[in-house]
C-alpha cells in the first residue's frame, strides 16, 4: 500500500507563489508517476501535473508556464511549484500516484492524498 502526504497549501495574494509538497510512503516496489490533480467546487477533478520514473512532465494547458513539477527519487516526494497563481488557481490540490505493489506485479494502482486547499485572493 501507498499512504500520500501533502502539505504547502494556504492562502496567496494574486501573482503569489506557493510550493506543495507530496511524500510517498508505504510499501510498494516502484512508482511509476506522481502528479497532482485539484478540484474547485462545482467542478469535477482535473489533471494538473505529472512527472514519471523518467522524469517526463506534463502538464494542464492552464498552467504551463507558471507550475513545475519536479520529484526527488531517493525520498519519493514530489513537489509542485506554483508561480503567479491566480483566482482561478483556487482548489484542493490532490497527490497522485500510480504504483507497481511488487516485481512481479504488472498492473499499477491508483492512490490518492488526503488533499490540501490552495486558496488566491486579494
Known amino acids: 500500500q501507498v499512504q500520500l502526504v501533502e502539505s504547502g497549501g494556504g492562502l496567496v495574494q494574486p501573482g503569489g507563489s506557493l510550493r506543495l509538497s507530496c511524500g510517498a510512503a508505504?510499501?510498494?516496489?516502484?512508482?511509476?508517476?506522481l502528479g497532482w490533480y485539484r478540484q474547485a467546487p462545482g467542478k469535477e477533478r482535473e489533471l494538473v501535473a505529472t512527472?514519471?520514473?523518467?522524469?517526463?512532465?506534463d502538464y494542464a494547458d492552464s498552467v504551463k508556464g507558471r507550475f513545475t513539477i519536479s520529484r526527488d527519487y531517493h525520498t519519493n516526494t514530489a513537489y509542485l511549484q506554483m508561480n503567479n497563481l491566480k483566482p482561478e488557481d483556487t482548489a484542493v490540490y490532490y497527490c497522485?500516484?500510480?504504483?507497481?505493489?511488487?516485481?512481479?506485479?504488472?498492473?499499477?494502482?491508483?492512490?490518492w492524498g488526503q488533499g490540501t486547499q490552495v486558496t488566491v485572493s486579494s
Open positions: 512527472i514519471d520514473s523518467g522524469s517526463n512532465s
Open positions: 508505504g510499501s510498494f516496489f516502484s512508482l511509476n508517476t
Open positions: 497522485h500516484a500510480k504504483a507497481r505493489l511488487s516485481s512481479s506485479s504488472t498492473t499499477p494502482y491508483d492512490y
